[in-house]
């Protein structure tokens, strides 16, 4: 069973950083796509970034030249690098992949960024 555990959320404060991590298994990790998205209160779930088994990245336009998503297929781990932080970044963040036609997720981590 394919399994997405994630870590690395937290609070910080503006301008600030953070990094988060999640750790995939039951999977073969480096022919999949990875990505991470986030859901704000009352807001749906958007995609943030997303990286490719060959390795290219995509971002939505709100974090673009602040976050980068990056993989270590050694250690079967995909991180979401989360630099000059803003309150509108608040969320929780999932991780995200599809093997075999199925999306499966991450439990969440919960990034709080104060104003």
């Known amino acids: 069973q394919v399994q997405l555990v994630e870590s690395g959320g937290g609070l910080v404060q503006t301008g600030g950083s953070l990094r988060l991590s999640c750790v995939v298994s039951g999977m073969i990790f480096r022919t999949r796509g990875m990505g991470w998205y986030r859901q704000a209160p009352g807001e749906e779930r958007e995609s943030v970034a997303v990286i490719t088994s060959l390795g290219s990245t995509h971002y939505t336009d709100s974090v673009k030249g602040r976050f980068t998503i990056s993989r270590d297929n050694t250690k079967s781990t995909v991180y979401l690098q989360m630099n000059s932080l803003k309150p509108e970044d608040t969320a929780v963040y999932y991780c995200?992949?599809?093997?075999?036609?199925?999306?499966?997720w991450g439990q969440g981590t919960q990034v709080t960024v104060s104003s």
């Open positions: 995200w992949t599809r093997p075999f036609n199925v999306d499966v």
